[in-house]
C-alpha cells in the first residue's frame, strides 16, 4: 500500500503562484511514477502532469505546459506541483497519484490522494 497526503492547497488570485506538495509513505517511493491530476465541478477528471520514477522524464497537459513544473525529491518522499500564472480556470481539486510506469491516463494510477482544493479568483 501506498499513501498519499496531497497540501498546498487555497485560494490565489489569477496570475499569481501556489506549490502544491504530495508526501508518499508505505512502499519504496523512489521506483514509482507520480503524477498530478485536477477535476472541476461537473468536469471529468484532467491529466496535469506526472513524472518519472528518476525525474528525468516528464509529461504536461496541454492546458498547463508553460506554466506549470512537476518535480520530486525521492530523500524527501515527496512530489511538487510547482503552479505559475494561474488562470480561474486552473481551479479545481488536485489528486496526486502512483503508477509503476509514468503515463498520462488516469486508469494507469493505482495510488490516489484524497486531493486539495485550488481556487483562483478572477
Known amino acids: 500500500q501506498v499513501q498519499l497526503v496531497e497540501s498546498g492547497g487555497g485560494l490565489v488570485q489569477a496570475g499569481g503562484s501556489l506549490r502544491l506538495s504530495c508526501a508518499a509513505s508505505?512502499?519504496?517511493?523512489?521506483?514509482?511514477?507520480m503524477a498530478w491530476f485536477r477535476q472541476a465541478p461537473g468536469k471529468e477528471r484532467e491529466f496535469v502532469a506526472a513524472?518519472?520514477?528518476?525525474?528525468?522524464?516528464?509529461f504536461y497537459g496541454d492546458s498547463v505546459k508553460g506554466r506549470f513544473t512537476i518535480s520530486r525529491d525521492n530523500a524527501k518522499n515527496t512530489v511538487y506541483l510547482q503552479m505559475n500564472s494561474l488562470k480561474p480556470e486552473d481551479t479545481a481539486v488536485y489528486y496526486c497519484?502512483?503508477?509503476?510506469?509514468?503515463?498520462?491516463?488516469?486508469?494507469?494510477?493505482?495510488?490516489w490522494g484524497q486531493g486539495t482544493q485550488v481556487t483562483v479568483s478572477s
Open positions: 497519484a502512483v503508477a509503476w510506469v509514468v503515463g498520462t491516463h488516469d486508469n494507469e494510477y493505482n495510488y
Open positions: 508505505g512502499r519504496p517511493f523512489s521506483r514509482y511514477a
Open positions: 513524472i518519472n520514477w528518476t525525474g528525468g522524464t516528464t
